[in-house]
């Protein structure tokens, strides 16, 4: 299969992944929205519990991405929705997203990387990042104390941490524990009255996105 060009217009489409066909939904800013040169790409949370690409917060962290100006590349880890392959527990899911960032590098060099992730998407991006290098990485709900957090190279880029402090499925205490056990230099923003999946508060999440990116945005293309 031969890797598409990257689109002019927001759409599906399908990479070849390393086990497999690899689907993807590329989503470009607003005509209001000056494009900026920068690509976030947005990774979903654990498939054998129902997560996918069209998790509502990884669409909101993308939405607020492309409120500012970048692109969004949403993709289906294997074995999830049209990608093929099965689910590998983190492992075969990290080489999925390689092979994205990699088709993203390849078709608009030059442009800021942004890495985000929601949940088991999170424990994949931040396992991938020292290999991967993003400009920047947002780590929504990340599972420590559900997964093995103890390989993690922490990120050196600017790095952002949201947690829900009424989490019923992450601990927030272990997100807590683990920042601070390991040094790690992250911005921690906890989100009281939130749960795991930011019902009733997609507004505060997409707020607090926007607020944080602000800072890093690149300059708009001449």
Same mark, same amino acid.
């Given at each position: 299969?031969?890797?598409?060009?990257?689109?002019?217009?927001?759409?599906?489409?399908?990479?070849?992944?390393?086990?497999?066909?690899?689907?993807?939904?590329?989503?470009?800013?607003?005509?209001?929205?000056?494009?900026?040169?920068?690509?976030?790409?947005?990774?979903?949370?654990?498939?054998?519990?129902?997560?996918?690409?069209?998790?509502?917060?990884?669409?909101?962290?993308? $939405?607020?991405?492309?409120?500012?100006?970048?692109?969004?590349?949403?993709?289906?880890?294997?074995?999830?929705?049209?990608?093929?392959?099965?689910?590998?527990?983190?492992?075969?899911?990290?080489?999925?997203?390689?092979?994205?960032?990699?088709?993203? $590098? $390849?078709?608009?060099?030059?442009?800021?990387?942004?890495?985000?992730?929601?949940?088991?998407?999170?424990?994949?991006?931040?396992?991938?990042?020292?290999?991967?290098?993003?400009?920047?990485?947002?780590?929504?709900?990340?599972?420590?104390?559900?997964?093995?957090?103890?390989?993690?190279?922490?990120?050196?880029?600017?790095?952002?941490?949201?947690?829900?402090?009424?989490?019923?499925?992450?601990?927030?205490?272990?997100?807590?524990?683990?920042?601070?056990?390991?040094?790690?230099?992250?911005?921690?923003?906890?989100?009281?009255?939130?749960?795991?999946?930011?019902?009733?508060?997609?507004?505060?999440?997409?707020?607090?996105?926007?607020?944080?990116?602000?800072?890093?945005?690149?300059?708009?293309?001449?």
């Amino acid at each position: 299969m031969t890797s598409p060009t990257f689109p002019t217009q927001s759409g599906p489409l399908s990479l070849p992944g390393p086990v497999g066909v690899l689907e993807v939904a590329i989503d470009l800013p607003d005509d209001d929205v000056a494009a900026l040169p920068v690509v976030i790409v947005v990774c979903h949370p654990l498939p054998t519990e129902g997560g996918t690409m069209h998790n509502k917060v990884v669409t909101m962290v993308a $939405r607020s991405a492309r409120e500012l100006g970048a692109a969004s590349v949403r993709f289906n880890f294997r074995g999830t929705g049209a990608s093929e392959g099965a689910f590998d527990n983190g492992v075969g899911e990290i080489d999925d997203l390689t092979a994205v960032i990699e088709w993203v $590098r $390849r078709e608009r060099p030059g442009h800021a990387l942004w890495l985000a992730g929601f949940s088991f998407g999170a424990y994949v991006s931040l396992r991938a990042a020292d290999a991967l290098q993003p400009d920047l990485l947002i780590s929504v709900a990340p599972p420590a104390g559900r997964w093995d957090f103890g390989s993690i190279v922490l990120p050196t880029c600017p790095w952002l941490v949201i947690q829900g402090e009424s989490d019923e499925i992450v601990d927030p205490q272990a997100v807590y524990d683990w920042l601070e056990d390991t040094g790690a230099q992250a911005e921690l923003v906890r989100m009281p009255e939130t749960s795991h999946f930011f019902h009733r508060r997609m507004i505060d999440l997409r707020g607090v996105v926007k607020h944080w990116l602000t800072p890093h945005l690149p300059q708009a293309a001449g």
